[in-house]
């Protein structure tokens, strides 16, 4: 299984971005995927899921701001991020999990002031 993040890049502060997550496999098969992100020194932060059967939860930090969506047909995850401020720069990581987790290589996100 392989996932791969893209969609990161700069942005000034109230921009907007938004991350993929492609998987090699049918993303039905996993329990929920989400959004991690961990920028340097602290442990990576769980940000957004969502589940099988589309029910989806998200860090206080990014409510009102992030959506997290997903294409089964597709095999991706996106997660449009708004309103963007410098505190969300970070490397953002997918993770699928089932009977394993499964982590992409990272996008990183750059929130300039």
């Known amino acids: 299984v392989q996932l791969q993040a893209s969609g990161g890049g700069w942005v000034q502060a109230g921009g907007s971005l938004r991350l993929s997550c492609s998987a090699s496999?049918?993303?039905?098969?996993?329990?929920?995927v989400r959004w991690y992100r961990q920028t340097y020194g602290k442990q990576r932060e769980l940000v957004a899921q969502?589940?099988?059967?589309?029910?989806?939860n998200y860090a206080d930090f990014v409510k009102g701001r992030f959506t997290i969506s997903r294409d089964n047909a597709a095999n991706e995850v996106w997660l449009e991020m708004n309103s963007l401020e410098p505190d969300d720069a970070a490397v953002y990581y997918c993770?699928?999990?089932?009977?394993?987790?499964?982590w992409g290589q990272g996008t990183l996100v750059t929130v300039s002031s």
């Open positions: 969502i589940t099988n059967g589309g029910r989806t």
């Open positions: 496999v049918s993303i039905s098969r996993f329990t929920s």
């Open positions: 993770n699928a999990v089932g009977e394993r987790n499964f």
